[in-house]
T-cell receptor, first 112, second 115 residues
């Protein structure tokens, strides 16, 4: 089956930039997503990018997609303590009936 | 606009008891998903429904687990009998099929502890 991989943990200092990386195997992915899960809460959609785009920016968030390398990243500028959460990468493709395949999540810890 | 609503938010039960988790999807959404999240296994898709019909239940761990969707606005996930290894967060999610982005929306989860 298709696979989505993420590193488990990232620690940054408040005010620095965070970069969370994700790799996937499905070459027919149509959309890729970033979800955020705060402690005790569900997964909340942060942003998504269409597979024919290289970059998408939304305020402090920048998503970069390298389709050739099947690599997706989420950059958070000026990281705040409120950004501490688990970030999940996910992809969907027509091959999989448009189902989402999730990575294992990256826990971001922001130190004051 | 109300999101996906799950109940109970927290449940502690004894091994062997029946557990019923409930979900109300976002109005107008026609696909519903049940996920389970644990530290060891991460986020797992248990079952999903399209138009109230179960499409793929291959993620349901055992016969002790069952899910129903009697109408477009309600679904249940039942565990009978429950075991300590069922302790997890169970998420319900929904979406509208046929949209361009395929985005799914999650509820806040039901935190189950079986002792």
């Amino acid at each position: 089956g298709e696979d989505v991989e993420q590193s488990l943990f990232l620690s940054v200092r408040e005010g620095d930039s965070s970069v969370i990386n994700c790799t996937y195997t499905d070459s027919s992915s149509t959309y890729l997503y970033w979800y955020k899960q705060e402690p005790g809460a569900g997964l909340q959609l942060l942003t998504y990018i269409f597979s024919n785009m290289d970059m998408k920016q939304d305020q402090r968030l920048t998503v970069l997609l390298n389709k050739k390398d099947k690599h997706l990243s989420l950059r958070i500028a000026d990281t705040q303590t409120g950004d501490s959460a688990i970030y999940f990468c996910a992809e969907s493709s027509n091959n999989a009936g448009n189902m989402l395949t999730f990575g294992g999540g990256t826990r971001l810890m922001v130190k004051p | 606009d109300a999101g996906v609503i799950q109940s109970p938010r927290h449940e502690v039960t004894e091994m062997g008891q029946e557990v019923t988790l409930r979900c109300k999807p976002i109005s107008g959404h026609n696909s519903l998903f049940w996920y389970r999240q644990t530290m060891m296994r991460g986020l797992e898709l248990l079952i999903y429904f399209n138009n109230n019909v179960p499409i793929d239940d291959s993620g349901m761990p055992e016969d002790r687990f069952s899910a129903k969707m009697p109408n477009a606005s309600f679904s249940t996930l039942k565990i009978q009998p429950s075991e300590p290894r069922d302790s997890a967060v169970y998420f319900c999610a929904s979406r509208t099929t046929g949209t361009l982005t395929n985005t799914i929306y999650f509820g806040e989860g039901s935190w189950l502890t079986v002792v």
